[in-house]
């Protein structure tokens, strides 16, 4: 059954998790979760629709549960920011 802020499917939460820890489908810098805005928040600003992924993060199951290093769109453009630094130094 689907929730409103919770789109996958019920049962499939912990092959998800598993992917987000790393631990099958291994990728070498790891997985990033974010959360699509609704429909209805495409029009708030950019500030209050990562206000409302960090609140959904932090008290949705099993997503709270997470490494918040790795969930969130802020979290996803530092890590990726730190990434092309790094390759444009080694240029």
């Known amino acids: 059954m689907l929730t409103k802020a919770d789109l996958v499917p019920e049962g499939e939460h912990d092959s998800w998790i598993h992917i987000l820890e790393n631990k099958t489908h291994r990728l070498h810098h790891g997985y990033y979760a974010t959360r699509l ?3 209805k928040e ?3 600003s950019w500030e ?3 206000k409302l992924e960090k609140k959904f993060f ?6 709270n549960k997470v ?8 979290n996803l453009v530092g890590a990726l920011s730190v ?9």
Not at 58 to 63: A, E, F, G, L, V
């Open 67 to 74: 490494d918040r290093n790795r969930t969130g769109v802020e």
């Open 58 to 63: 932090q008290s949705t199951q099993p997503w």
């Open 83 to 91: 990434r092309l630094n790094r390759m444009i130094e080694e240029m």
């Open 37 to 39: 805005p609704a429909t």
């Open 42 to 44: 495409m029009e708030q």
């Open 48 to 50: 209050d629709t990562r």
